[in-house]
């Protein structure tokens, strides 16, 4: 709940930033080599060789000996060995990772303590824990710490301890890091190495902990507490789930990941922990997605609404209040965790970017944007947490009312729409559609509670946008809806023009769009692409070269829409197949490529993981209706099973 680790499937974490989610990241190995930071923790079995003696070398002072530099392999500075077997401990954020070697098999137990139970100073942390399974093995740990996303080696020492022990910290600028285990430490190549070895029963623990360069040194954790703890934080999170359909499994991974993707303190929502996984191996379709959405966290929030969790809700409606400060005429679609403006967009040059797709991107110009689709989402999750049990906030209400007025004015502007596209700006239909959504559901909200507000006047607006999309944004000759007024291009934001009720399932414009966007938007294998990315002159038609794949979020929405219109069995079965899309863990990036046959874009992605769920409750209520019509929840669109 401050920032996230991605652990690879040879046990290094190679993406870490340090102290929260958009800090400079002191593991970027992910976007380039080893050389730009990582930790790894694996047996040692597969290293070509051991950098010093096959014993516990004796304490020295790190990265003195420039000759030893010279006699590492650079390989055994990480014996990349994949584990056997990967898992979370149960429903939680604690990773275990298994080995089995010729001499025994080890587990390596990853976690960070939840913020407020680390201790009575939380500080960022990360844990590791290495268990003896059967016989011994030789394990290693490497540390190589590259601060700035790679690019500073940091000044590393050694602090003694009481009784013999030591510490080992490194320091770059405001940001220092301590390696705390309990294993001798010894310094290679301007490394950090461990080498110890793990017999059955047996668990060896370290701890990386952050803190502020000029304060006084962090407690040293207590790692199996902290781990106990981590357990019981998640299994009583998990316990708040009021969903218990079929998807269980999936819905349950799904709102942890959202889980983990809030930033404690203030309660900001990432669309995801990377920067810069490419959207188009080897292109420039890389963007950093370390930042608060409106967008995404305001949907994201109505899915932990639905399924029981409100603590979350009322944290971001906080956030949102101090992050719009009241003034909707200068609302950016995104801001910084903690509610800044300023996110600049720049390049890493020095990192080559995830197998070499670049630019390395940090900051997001789509920041500077008009997206008037934030509006709906944004009034929506308002709204839906005033419906579902969120005490009456009046300052919420006023910033609602404020915003309608802002869309009065401005609805009619051209906008870069919901896929923030670096081209000019159009009528987008689904930025109309959702501004609709915005009065739609404040005029809602007046007349189901005490709120004021002038209703005539918003009901007319209501009706004015309606009319003017069913006139402008649609092709009869076609039966579709467009991407933009005047357009011919169609676009799979559309799928949501039933599902937040701005025309019934059963319209015949709802069905020939679905079916449109089935014929024209799918991927062989039955996925959904977002827009086309080029015209059939073969330009680029979103300001960006290349390509990028099947878009998860609106292959939910295409099955949502099945669904909806009673094809519940199609339905289904294009959920299967996107559930099977999940890593072993459970966990989805933006995309699919259907060509390479592997997720791309950021990871894991917050945008995939609400309609997971979403398209889970709404099969489930199928499932129900099918079984028992008069339990059907209220308010919930549910199709007609065929
Ligand atoms: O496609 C170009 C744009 O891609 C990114 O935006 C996407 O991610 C956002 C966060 O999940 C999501 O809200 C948006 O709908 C997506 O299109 C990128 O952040 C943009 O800078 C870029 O222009």
Redesign the pocket.
């Known amino acids: 709940m401050q920032t996230a680790a991605l652990v690879s499937r040879d046990g290094a974490v190679d993406w870490l930033c340090l102290p929260r989610f958009d800090s400079p990241a002191v593991f970027a190995g992910l976007l380039g080599t080893d050389e730009h930071g990582f930790w790894r923790i694996g047996p040692a079995e597969a290293a070509p060789a051991a950098p010093v003696t096959n014993s516990a070398p004796a304490p020295r002072a790190p990265f003195t000996d420039s000759s030893e530099l010279r006699t590492v392999p650079s390989s055994a500075a990480a014996p990349a060995v994949p584990a056997d077997r990967r898992r979370y401990r149960g429903d939680s954020l604690i990773l275990e990772q298994e080995w089995d070697t010729p001499k025994g098999s080890v587990r390596v137990i990853d976690f960070m303590p939840p913020r407020h139970l680390a201790d009575q100073k939380p500080v960022p942390q990360m844990i590791r824990v290495v268990e003896g399974l059967s016989g011994t093995v030789r394990m290693r740990s490497a540390l190589r710490m590259r601060f700035s996303y790679g690019k500073v080696v940091p000044w590393v020492h050694r602090v003694e301890q009481p009784g013999g022990a030591h510490r080992t910290v490194a320091v770059a600028g405001p940001d220092s890091v301590w390696l705390d285990g309990a294993s001798e430490t010894y310094g290679r190549n301007l490394t950090t190495y461990a080498d110890f070895t793990v017999t059955a029963g047996e668990r060896i623990t370290f701890a990386l902990t952050w803190q502020a360069s000029h304060l006084p040194p962090p407690e040293v954790p207590d790692a199996e507490a902290s781990l106990a703890l981590t357990e019981e934080f998640w299994s009583d999170w998990v316990s708040q789930c009021t969903y218990q359909g079929p998807y269980r499994d999936a819905v349950v991974r799904s709102l942890i990941t959202l889980k983990g993707l809030t930033y404690g303190p203030t309660g900001g929502i990432v ?2 922990p990377t920067t810069s996984l490419p ?1 188009d191996i080897g292109g420039e ?1 890389n ?3 370390r930042y608060t ?1 409106l ?2 966290a305001a949907i994201t929030l109505s899915s932990l609404l639905r399924t029981g969790y409100r603590d979350e809700a009322r944290a971001w409606r906080e956030w949102l209040l101090r992050a719009v400060a009241g003034d909707p005429e200068n609302l950016q ?2 801001y910084s965790i903690t509610g800044e403006r300023e996110l600049t ?1 720049t390049h890493l040059d020095w990192l080559p970017g995830y197998e070499n797709s670049a630019p390395v991107r940090v900051g ?3 920041a500077g ?1 008009l ?1 008037l689709d934030v509006y709906g989402e944004v009034v929506e999750a308002l709204y839906l947490g005033q419906m579902i049990g969120l005490s009456r906030s009046d300052h919420a209400h006023l910033l609602q009312l404020r915003l309608i007025s802002y869309l009065e004015e401005h609805w009619k502007a051209p906008d ?1 729409g ?5 081209g000019p700006r159009r009528h987008f239909v689904h930025s109309k559609v959702m501004a609709w959504v915005a009065v739609d559901r404040t005029i809602k909200l007046i007349e189901q509670s005490e709120a004021d507000g002038p209703l005539e006047r918003w009901r007319a607006l209501r009706d004015e946008i309606h009319a003017d999309v069913c006139e402008k944004g649609y092709d009869p000759e076609r039966n579709t809806f467009t991407q933009y007024y005047g357009g011919t291009e169609l676009d799979a934001s559309l799928l949501l023009i039933p599902q937040v009720g701005f025309l019934p399932p059963d319209d015949k414009r709802v069905i020939g769009t679905i079916e449109a966007i089935q014929r024209e938007l799918s991927t062989p294998d039955g996925f959904v692409l ?1 827009y086309p990315t080029h015209d059939e002159t073969g330009a680029n038609v ?1 300001g ?1 070269s290349g390509h ?1 794949g099947a878009f998860l979020a609106c292959s939910f929405w295409l099955a949502d829409d099945l669904a909806m219109i009673g094809r519940v069995g199609e339905a289904r079965e294009l959920f299967d197949k996107l559930l099977a899309l999940r890593n072993d863990l459970g966990l989805l990036a ?1 995309e699919w490529d259907p060509v390479s046959k592997r997720q791309v874009g ?1 990871f894991p ?3 995939s993981h609400v309609p997971l769920i979403d398209t889970a409750l709404r099969l489930t209520a199928c499932g129900a209706a099918y079984l028992a019509p008069q339990t059907q929840p209220a308010g919930r669109p549910v199709s007609q099973p065929v």
Do not use: H, K, T
Request: cysteine-free; hydrophobic content about 40%; charged content about 40%.
């Open positions: 669309a995801a959207e379709r963007w950093d997605y959405w967008r995404d679609i995104m967009e997001n110009g789509a944007q997206q870069e919901i896929w923030e596209v670096r977002r979103d960006l990028e933006e950021n992605q917050a945008f």
